[in-house]
């Protein structure tokens, strides 16, 4: 079974702290995608990752950054949390190659910045 | 560029009720296409795929059918249970680039015992 990690279910934070998060697939997978998830607005993608040491911005990277040091770990980090970053977090990984890109995806970091 | 249009919803059924959960998208070229499965506090599942026209992913129960002219992936259920209770996400993926899937806002179904 692909299995996708992330180091909290549940974090709290305080504005202008940086956030850590973390997220480990163990399948071999290229790419790994970063969500967040706000009600009535669905899925939007802040940063993805094809390679190590690669990333690219997705819809809404304003305010965050990414670090993929290894294949299988992609951090996506906060430097300065706000109140609007308030939010569902979820991470997600895939094949590179055509026809097998369906994404596989952790259980989500529920993030309240106070 | 690629879309994907699924209604929000919610949509409220009694158990034993047929599901139908519409999903339509534009896209480039041979897209697959994906539903997932999202339970309350958990990340999204994949529930079934179809990569050609005409081909039928089906698992738990749920069926959906590629349907090129239509540009459609319509997710059914014959019967549903109060633990189909979730949200599901219509996906597609024309391959363009690697940003990967799609996806469509989901739709919110809530079943009653």
């Not at chain 1, 399948?27 to 995608?33: A, C, P, Q």
């Not at chain 1, 607005?41 to 690669?54: A, E, H, N, P, Q």
């Not at chain 2, 994906?34 to 958990?42: N, R, S």
Request: glycine fraction near 10%.
């Amino acid at each position: 079974d692909v299995k996708v990690t992330q180091s909290s279910r549940y974090l709290v934070k305080r504005t202008g702290e940086k956030v850590f998060l973390e997220c480990v697939q163990d399948m071999d997978h290229e790419n790994m995608f970063w969500y967040r998830q706000d009600p009535g607005l669905g899925l939007r993608l802040i940063y993805f990752s094809y390679d190590v040491k690669m990333k690219e911005k997705g819809d809404i990277p304003e305010g965050y950054s990414v670090s993929r040091e290894k294949k299988e770990r992609f951090s996506l980090i906060l430097e300065s949390a706000s109140t609007n970053q308030t939010s569902m977090y979820l991470c997600a990984s895939s094949f590179h190659f055509l026809g097998a890109r369906e994404q596989f995806f952790g259980p989500g970091t529920r993030l309240t910045v106070l | 560029g690629d879309s994907v249009t699924q209604m929000e919803g919610p949509v409220t059924l009694s158990e034993e009720a047929f599901l139908t959960i519409n999903c339509t998208y534009t896209a480039t070229g041979y897209p697959s296409l994906f539903w997932y499965v999202q339970y309350p506090g958990e990340g999204l599942q994949l529930l079934l795929k179809a990569t050609k026209a005409d081909d039928k992913g089906s698992n738990k129960g749920f069926e959906a059918t590629y349907r090129k002219e239509t540009t459609s992936f319509h997710l059914e259920k014959g019967s549903v249970q109060v633990s189909d209770s979730a949200v599901y996400f219509c996906a597609l993926d024309s391959g363009g680039g690697a940003d990967g899937l799609t996806f469509g806002k989901g739709t919110h179904l809530i079943i009653q015992p």
